[in-house]
């Protein structure tokens, strides 16, 4: 399977006006990730916090950055997230992911998400890398 960047990707995509439109940059010699976004009340769940989901899909992303650092598409084939606190919309929010291991095709990913110097949401992920 081959697989093209799209400008209009839910999660980065610069040309998706409904989406977060996160900005991303990657590190090969690091293997790693980050980025920002401003997550507006557009993608809120309750009570003005942030979405569950979307907190899940900029993690996801962040993973999927890092692993996209050893120069390969990649794909989730799994993932696991852990909310530590509510985040709050209108807020601006870092990413970082982080390469943990790869192998073959195969890559464990972890991914950050942090307010204010603290870490509100983290997530792995297992990542197939396109041949």
Known sequence: MVLTKTENCFVCGEKNRKGLQAAFQTNSDLLCSFGSVVLAETFQGWGNIVHGGILAALLDEACIYAAMSLEKQAVTAELQIRYRK????????????????????????RARLVLGGEIYTEAEARIFLSK
């Open 86 to 109: 509510p985040v709050p919309c209108g807020c601006q929010v870092t990413l970082f992911g982080e390469v943990i291991s790869h192998r073959k095709q195969i890559v464990l990913a």
